[in-house]
């Protein structure tokens, strides 16, 4: 087998096209070591960290403190029918739900729920099909919900900012604030009179985002009551109460009781203030800490970029504060697949490709467990010399030795 050593001088001396890829792979793992650069080369493997997903597990210590604070006791004689409510056109929502949901809007200030129609489903994309097909014949909305179920009355429209409304056709506007996934308060753009708008307003909530005034003039509101994931309940502020019909008969069979209920015992708690611990001060605590963190994690390297958020009043805690997004957007220096970077730290993100926008960019969910929060902290400092390489030996293409030592040297330099 031919030498580390060997090959170094063999590749310096008579550059060949045919030098042996194990050789290569020696001769850059031994230059990399002697330049004290960690690539994590011949340890064990390390933990996969999931920050693809949006799942909220930050709030466990939360749930943890309010321990026997919160019990749900159901008896099995209860609650037998389909109907909660058969006078409402939303007859399978309890009424203590529909007013413990707008007590919460109330009482955070992010949007006006009198006059409104409360509209409840299981989850965020059963809800926001509701709102496309109560306004069925005017659409504009995301591509892999308006797409799924490949209706003939709407289609993808694509980027409100790239529309061109030739015809003059109906249309329907997400207007997404704070948008997913880069965190940034969004008004509508097309501004038609022959359009809906449907606000999804799922991270309008203070632990995320700032807000400079209630949401008052919409057609659907589409947001999540309760903070816990495993309740899958998300629920549509609606003004016209046609439209607030035609989403009813989206859902055959409503939404669970049981889920009900337990939504109910959580916003009451937060509404009366009866847990040990304010719910949104603690979220925004963690977040602010989060993003603190997270900011001081990334000082001193320049091929990972992250949005600043200028300060901005919040009405709910009276001050100005800085947006702390569920979500992370990173950027990378263009021609670096972020994604696959993040894969060679074991860290998974959600790729760019999902929200139309170069593979230089990946979302970091910020929601996660703090365990695995940190240990992202610390893996970030290998993330530059990953880098170089992505960099340098695109779709694994073998590159000479002295090549990679000049370019490491100019990138560290």
């Not at 042996?20 to 960290?49: C, K």
């Not at 007590?103 to 059963?126: D, K, P």
């Not at 926001?128 to 209706?151: F, H, K, N, T």
């Not at 308060?185 to 307003?201: A, F, I």
């Amino acid at each position: 087998m031919v030498s580390t050593e060997a090959a170094v001088v063999i590749e310096t001396s008579v550059p060949s096209p045919f030098v042996a890829v194990a050789a290569e792979v020696e001769a850059i793992e031994s230059i990399l070591t002697n330049l004290n650069l960690n690539l994590n080369l011949n340890l064990q493997p390390l933990p996969i960290l999931d920050f693809d997903k949006g799942d909220p597990t930050m709030y466990e210590a939360y749930w943890k403190s309010v321990g026997q604070h919160f019990k749900i006791t159901l008896p099995a004689s209860i609650l037998l029918s389909y109907f909660a409510n058969p006078n409402s056109f939303c007859w399978y929502m309890l009424p203590k739900l529909e007013q413990e949901i707008k007590n919460l809007h109330n009482l955070v200030g992010n949007a006006v729920v009198e006059g409104r129609h409360i509209v409840v489903g299981n989850g965020s994309s059963q809800l926001i099909q509701a709102a496309l097909y109560a306004v069925a014949e005017q659409r504009r909305c995301y591509p892999q919900i308006s797409d799924y179920v490949r209706s003939g009355l709407f289609k993808w429209g694509g980027n409100a900012h790239a529309y061109v409304d030739h015809d003059s056709q109906p249309y329907i506007e997400m207007v997404t604030s704070p948008n997913n996934p880069d965190g940034e308060l969004r008004v509508p753009v097309v501004n038609k009179v022959n359009g809906m708008l449907v606000h999804d307003l799922a991270y309008y909530w203070p632990q995320y985002t700032a807000r400079p005034s209630r949401v008052l003039l919409i057609t659907i509101l589409c947001s999540s009551p309760s903070p816990n994931a495993q309740d899958t309940l998300d629920q549509g502020s609606v003004k016209d109460p046609d439209v607030a019909k035609r989403m009813v008969k989206i859902s055959t069979i409503g939404v669970s009781k049981e889920a009900q209920l337990r939504a109910i015992g959580v916003l009451e708690m937060i509404t009366t203030n009866s847990c040990p611990n304010n719910f949104s001060e603690f979220g925004q605590s963690v977040m602010a800490e989060r993003w603190r963190k997270l900011r001081e994690a990334l000082q001193g390297i320049d091929v990972l970029q992250i949005r600043d958020f200028p300060p901005q009043h919040c009405n709910f805690k009276r001050d100005f504060l800085h947006c702390t997004p569920g979500y992370a957007w990173m950027k990378a220096q263009v021609g670096i697949n972020l994604e696959e970077v993040m894969k060679e730290e074991r860290v998974r993100v959600r790729g760019s490709k999902t929200f139309g926008c170069p593979s230089n960019y990946a979302r970091l969910s910020m929601l996660g467990m703090e365990n695995d929060f940190d240990l992202l902290l610390k893996r970030l400092p290998s993330l530059p010399h990953l880098y170089v390489l992505h960099l340098f030996q695109p779709n694994g293409a073998v590159v000479s030795v002295p090549d990679v030592i000049d370019k490491i040297t100019l990138v560290d330099k």
